[in-house]
């Protein structure tokens, strides 16, 4: 496991307490369908900001004040550990979060550089993402941090989002824009794809079929979810309940967030609330790091 994933974590709170699972919008809930599965006894408290996403497009600073805003959340709420789920809030803003925060908190990215490392065989890996994650570099910075030799070829797919959010993701017009946005790393030759957002799993046949057959899709929610588990399971957290709850948040129409939480969990487990995050104006530290 690589260094960032463990380095200085340390979980205080009680084991009891539930996980806080925060997105951009629907796209954590590939992490929490995992959690169903592997982490079942724990409770869940999910915040989707709806109503901002996607992040990709927006400024370092405005994803810093946006997840601070989300962070405030989860801390009003009790939670013993946060998995930052959005791809674009662990690439701008979780660097900057430990001053303020006495939180545990995790993001998704070490995972899937961490997997594409093993599974890469000619050495050449792609990442798609939305524009703010591909243009932080930090995939390619795991990825050279695990193997040097290792050449990174990376890509933004900003209209994959806002398809996905729409419950678009199956429609024809998906495959031309995959065509399009993988041309150019299919023609770099690469192995393995970092599907370096969450919404991108649920797209995932079309962008098989945009990069090709050949190529290994990274979707690391499940190495994620196992190795939360195994971080709680060192720490002496993992909760003992037997009737774990769930608790899901957005901050735009509820509704449209449970209809399409069944693409993502097969029921009508999320359904949700809707809540107005607090503005968090202090982003002073942005240059701190």
Not at 70 to 86: R, Y
Not at 281 to 286: A, E, G, H
């Amino acid at each position: 496991m690589s260094r960032s994933i463990w380095s200085g974590l340390d979980i205080k709170a009680p084991k009891e307490l539930p996980i806080g699972v925060f997105d951009s919008g629907v796209g954590g809930l590939t992490i929490v369908k995992e959690m169903l599965n592997i982490l079942p006894k724990e409770s869940i408290i999910y915040l989707g900001d709806t109503a901002r996403v996607p992040y990709g497009g927006k400024s370092c600073e405005t994803v810093l004040r946006f997840t601070k805003e989300a962070v405030d959340f989860f801390i009003t709420k009790g939670v013993k550990l946060l998995l930052i789920a959005c791809n674009t809030s662990s690439s701008l803003a979780l660097p900057y979060l430990g001053e303020d925060y006495d939180l545990a908190m995790l993001g998704v990215v070490d995972a899937g550089a961490e997997e594409a490392v093993k599974v890469s065989r000619v050495k050449r890996i792609g990442v798609i993402g939305t524009k703010a994650t591909i243009a932080s570099g930090i995939y390619e910075r795991k990825i050279k941090e695990l193997d040097s030799k290792i050449e990174v070829f990376s890509s933004s797919c900003p209209l994959f989002v806002p398809l996905v959010e729409e419950g678009w993701a199956e429609d024809a017009i998906c495959y031309r824009i995959a065509e399009r946005y993988l041309k150019e790393l299919k023609n770099k030759k690469i192995d393995t794809l970092i599907l370096g957002c969450t919404h991108y799993p649920l797209m995932k046949k079309i962008i098989q079929y945009g990069i090709g057959e050949s190529v290994a899709l990274i979707d690391s929610a499940k190495l994620f979810v196992k190795q939360v588990r195994r971080l709680l399971s060192n720490c002496d957290k993992l909760s003992a309940g037997v009737n774990p709850s769930y608790e899901f948040y957005v901050t735009d129409e509820a509704n449209q967030f449970s209809q399409m939480s069944r693409l993502f969990l097969g029921s009508n487990l999320a359904q949700a609330q809707r809540v107005e995050l607090k503005e968090h104006k202090n982003v002073s530290n942005f240059n701190k790091v």
